[in-house]
């Protein structure tokens, strides 16, 4: 043959067999890119599953966080109460006490007044019979004069000397 027809040939057979190399190539190729994508997707995956993990453990950690506010509320409320609880104790005590005071004071008020009253009983008694006896004195003081008009020769009594009645 000709060298040229075997130039020809031989470049045809270098074609076929880089055809056939690239065929080769590709078909091996194909379940590496299948595996390559594969790989990229569960790697995609796992980036979406550990960005999901992460946010899981942030919302935990928030709830946690919220739980505990709460709870502390709840105990700043109990606190609350318990103090209120305690004030109104003591402010029913303080107004027991005070209670106690103004009846003490009031039993006092009445008794000076019951003793103010008898006082001013007294007084009255005492005022009767004072007027009692200047009117006594003056119905002797009377009666002398009438007993010395009617008969004036009678022993004059000294001064100092008063007849009972």
């Keep these: 043959m000709s060298s040229h027809a075997e130039t020809t040939r031989r470049v045809r057979h270098e074609a076929q067999q880089e055809a056939l190399v690239r065929a080769a190539e ?7 890119q299948s595996r390559l994508r594969e790989s990229e997707e569960a790697l995609a995956e796992a ?3 550990k960005a999901g993990a992460s946010l899981l453990a942030e919302r935990l950690q928030t709830l ?3 739980r505990v506010a709460e709870r502390e509320a709840a105990e700043a409320a109990d606190l609350r109460a318990a103090a209120a609880a305690r004030q109104a104790q003591s402010s029913k005590e303080l107004l027991g006490q005070v209670e106690a005071e103004l009846g ?4 006092r008020s009445a008794a000076l007044k019951r003793s103010l009253e008898a006082a001013n009983a007294e007084l009255a008694l005492m005022r009767s019979a004072k007027d009692l006896l200047e009117a006594r004195h003056e119905l002797r003081l009377t009666a002398a004069q009438q007993q010395h008009s009617a008969y004036p020769s009678a022993p004059q009594r000294p001064a100092g000397e008063t007849q009972t009645l």
């Design 26 to 32: 590709a078909g091996a190729l194909h379940p590496l």
């Design 104 to 107: 003490r004071r009031d039993a």
């Design 47 to 49: 980036h979406a599953q």
């Design 64 to 66: 946690e966080a919220e």
